[in-house]
């Protein structure tokens, strides 16, 4: 079954470091999003992008993240300059058409802890 | 979207049914009910969906209510494995198509 993945399931970096979190979307599919969990919380939407494009962004996805689709089949989340409070958990996750009966499938994360 | 209401926690006696109830009182007509669940923190995983019918998968049954108001998720015979926080969502058509989590129902499968 396809299935969205993410790279790397765990990084830990210094503060003020810039990280870039990977995700590989079902083939296929158009719609891309990252979410973010900050331990014991819930999951938070950050972004949403298509056509190469942010369609909808959150009050979290501030100046310091950014994301990008640099090839057909790669979508980053990159984080400029980390702040203690950036430690989460990450989810990459991706749709394939817009439509509300259709289903939004996740990545298994990427565990960002920053020192 | 319209907001949903879940009770915190549940309890359930492994290889009986489990049934997870969601309140959406003020959901509109084109607005789908989802449920999605998070083991251990790994990434949410789908469980089923559905706009008024009843729906079945290999997961799992989706109950809803003729008003649409409220919503049960029934796993019909629970394992250890399906201890999880257990999320009820309504999405309406959007632009973006985005999902959003509320605090869930933590389910907890005893032997």
């Known amino acids: 079954e396809p299935e969205v993945t993410q790279t790397p399931s765990h990084q830990v970096t210094q503060m003020g470091q810039e990280v870039i979190l990977r995700c590989v979307p079902i083939?296929?599919?158009?719609?891309f999003y990252w979410y973010r969990q900050i331990l014991g919380q819930k999951v938070e939407f950050l972004v949403s992008?298509?056509?190469?494009?942010?369609?909808?962004k959150s009050e979290i996805f501030d100046d310091q993240f950014s994301v990008e689709r640099p090839d057909g089949s790669n979508f980053t989340l990159k984080i400029r300059s980390t702040k203690l409070e950036d430690s989460a958990m990450y989810f990459c996750?991706?749709?394939?058409?817009?439509?509300?009966?259709?289903?939004?499938?996740f990545g298994e994360g990427s565990w960002l802890t920053v020192v | 979207d319209a907001k949903t209401t879940q009770p915190p926690s549940m309890d359930c006696a492994e290889g009986r049914a489990a049934n997870l109830p969601c309140n959406h009182s003020?959901?509109?007509?084109?607005?789908?009910v989802y449920w999605y669940r998070q083991i251990h923190s790994q990434g949410p995983q789908y469980i089923i969906h559905?706009?008024?019918n009843n729906e079945t998968n290999e997961m799992a049954s989706l109950i809803i209510t003729e008003d649409r108001k409220s919503s049960t998720l029934i796993l019909p015979h629970a394992t250890l494995r399906d201890t999880a926080v257990y999320y009820c969502?309504?999405?309406?058509?959007?632009?973006?198509?985005?999902?959003?989590f509320g605090q869930g129902t933590t389910l907890q499968v005893k032997p």
């Open positions: 003020t959901i509109s007509g084109n607005e789908y």
């Open positions: 996750a991706s749709m394939a058409f817009l439509s509300s009966g259709n289903t939004i499938y």
């Open positions: 559905g706009l008024k």
């Open positions: 083939s296929n599919h158009l719609y």
């Open positions: 992008f298509y056509n190469n494009e942010i369609s909808e």
């Open positions: 969502i309504v999405r309406a058509s959007s632009n973006t198509g985005k999902l959003i």
